[in-house]
C-alpha cells in the first residue's frame, strides 16, 4: 500500500523504485499526444510541406517558361503521383527500419542482463542516481527493479536506451497519411491551372493561394506545438516563397533560351 510523506514542503509518494513527486491531478486533464499521434502529426506535416513546397517551385517554372496550361497540369500532376508514392514508400521503409533497429537494441539489452546480470545491476543503481533517487534509496530501488526480469529489461530499455516497448510506430498508418498529406499539399498550386483564367492569372492565383495555405500550415504547426503561430507561419511562407522563386528563375531561364 503506498505511503506519503511530506519532504521540504513538497508531498511524495512511495513507489517501488523510490520517492517521486505525487501527481499534479489538474495536469491530468491536458493529456500529450501519445507516440502514435505525435508520428501522424509529424508525417503529415511534413508531407503537406514537401507536396506544396515541390510543386509550388515545379509549376511556376512551368508557367514562367511559358508552357501552356495542359504542359502545366500533365508535368504538375505527375511530379505529384510520383512524388505521393517517394514519401510514402520512404515513410514506410523508415518507421520499420526505426522499429527493427529499436527492437534489437532491446534484444541486446536482454542479453546483456542475461549474461552479465552483476554489471548491470549497478547500472542500474547509476541510473537511479542520475535521475535523482536519493541515495539511501536506491540500494532498495534497484532491489525492487532486479527482482522480475521484465520490470529489469524494462527500465533499462527507458533509462539507459531512451525507449519505450510501448511506442512502436505502425509503418502502414504513416505511409498513407504522408501519401495523402503530400497530394493535399499538392492541391492549391495546381488548382488554379484547372480554372479558366489566363496564364498569366492562373499563376498569380497559384502564388497567393500556395503562400496563404503555407502560412495556415505553419499557423496549425504553431498551435499543436504550443510556439509562436508568427514565427511558425513566417518559416512556412519563406520556404515555399523561396521555392516559387527558384522554379520561377528555372523557368524564366529556360523561356529565354527557347526550351
Same mark, same amino acid.
Given at each position: 500500500?503506498?505511503?506519503?510523506?511530506?519532504?521540504?514542503?513538497?508531498?511524495?509518494?512511495?513507489?517501488?523504485?523510490?520517492?517521486?513527486?505525487?501527481?499534479?491531478?489538474?495536469?491530468?486533464?491536458?493529456?500529450?499526444?501519445?507516440?502514435?499521434?505525435?508520428?501522424?502529426?509529424?508525417?503529415?506535416?511534413?508531407?503537406?510541406?514537401?507536396?506544396?513546397?515541390?510543386?509550388?517551385?515545379?509549376?511556376?517554372?512551368?508557367?514562367?517558361?511559358?508552357?501552356?496550361?495542359?504542359?502545366?497540369?500533365?508535368?504538375?500532376?505527375?511530379?505529384?503521383?510520383?512524388?505521393?508514392?517517394?514519401?510514402?514508400?520512404?515513410?514506410?521503409?523508415?518507421?520499420?527500419?526505426?522499429?527493427?533497429?529499436?527492437?534489437?537494441?532491446?534484444?541486446?539489452?536482454?542479453?546483456?542482463?542475461?549474461?552479465?546480470?552483476?554489471?548491470?545491476?549497478?547500472?542500474?543503481?547509476?541510473?537511479?542516481?542520475?535521475?535523482?533517487?536519493?541515495?539511501?534509496?536506491?540500494?532498495?530501488?534497484?532491489?525492487?527493479?532486479?527482482?522480475?526480469?521484465?520490470?529489469?529489461?524494462?527500465?533499462?530499455?527507458?533509462?539507459?536506451?531512451?525507449?519505450?516497448?510501448?511506442?512502436?510506430?505502425?509503418? !502502414? /498508418?504513416? #505511409? =498513407?497519411?504522408? *501519401? %495523402?498529406? $503530400?497530394?493535399?499539399?499538392?492541391?492549391?498550386?495546381?488548382?488554379?491551372?484547372?480554372?479558366?483564367?489566363?496564364?498569366?492569372?492562373?499563376?498569380?492565383?497559384?502564388?497567393?493561394?500556395?503562400?496563404?495555405?503555407?502560412?495556415?500550415?505553419?499557423?496549425?504547426?504553431?498551435?499543436?506545438?504550443?510556439?509562436?503561430? !508568427? /514565427?511558425? #507561419? =513566417?518559416?512556412? *511562407? %519563406?520556404? $515555399?516563397?523561396?521555392?516559387?522563386?527558384?522554379?520561377?528563375?528555372?523557368?524564366?531561364?529556360?523561356?529565354?533560351?527557347?526550351?
Amino acid at each position: 500500500m503506498s505511503t506519503t510523506r511530506t519532504r521540504t514542503g513538497r508531498q511524495w509518494q512511495k513507489t517501488s523504485i523510490g520517492h517521486f513527486p505525487a501527481k499534479d491531478r489538474s495536469k491530468e486533464r491536458e493529456s500529450p499526444p501519445s507516440s502514435s499521434q505525435s508520428s501522424l502529426i509529424r508525417e503529415g506535416i511534413f508531407g503537406l510541406n514537401d507536396g506544396l513546397v515541390a510543386t509550388i517551385g515545379l509549376v511556376s517554372g512551368e508557367a514562367l517558361s511559358h508552357q501552356g496550361h495542359l504542359s502545366i497540369l500533365v508535368a504538375g500532376l505527375s511530379a505529384v503521383g510520383a512524388n505521393m508514392v517517394s514519401m510514402a514508400v520512404g515513410s514506410y521503409l523508415a518507421t520499420s527500419s526505426e522499429n527493427d533497429f529499436m527492437n534489437k537494441e532491446i534484444k541486446d539489452q536482454e542479453r546483456a542482463i542475461r549474461r552479465h546480470p552483476h554489471r548491470e545491476r549497478h547500472h542500474v543503481a547509476r541510473l537511479l542516481g542520475e535521475i535523482g533517487i536519493p541515495r539511501h534509496t536506491v540500494r532498495d530501488s534497484t532491489a525492487r527493479i532486479v527482482q522480475t526480469r521484465p520490470r529489469w529489461l524494462k527500465f533499462m530499455a527507458r533509462e539507459n536506451l531512451g525507449i519505450h516497448q510501448n511506442r512502436a510506430e505502425t509503418p !502502414l /498508418k504513416n #505511409s =498513407l497519411v504522408m *501519401g %495523402v498529406a $503530400v497530394v493535399a499539399g499538392s492541391t492549391p498550386p495546381i488548382v488554379p491551372y484547372l480554372l479558366p483564367l489566363t496564364l498569366l492569372a492562373a499563376r498569380d492565383v497559384s502564388w497567393g493561394v500556395s503562400l496563404a495555405a503555407a502560412l495556415s500550415l505553419g499557423a496549425v504547426k504553431g498551435r499543436l506545438t504550443h510556439t509562436s503561430l !508568427l /514565427k511558425s #507561419s =513566417l518559416s512556412f *511562407g %519563406v520556404l $515555399v516563397s523561396l521555392s516559387a522563386l527558384v522554379g520561377a528563375l528555372i523557368g524564366m531561364g529556360l523561356g529565354a533560351a527557347g526550351i
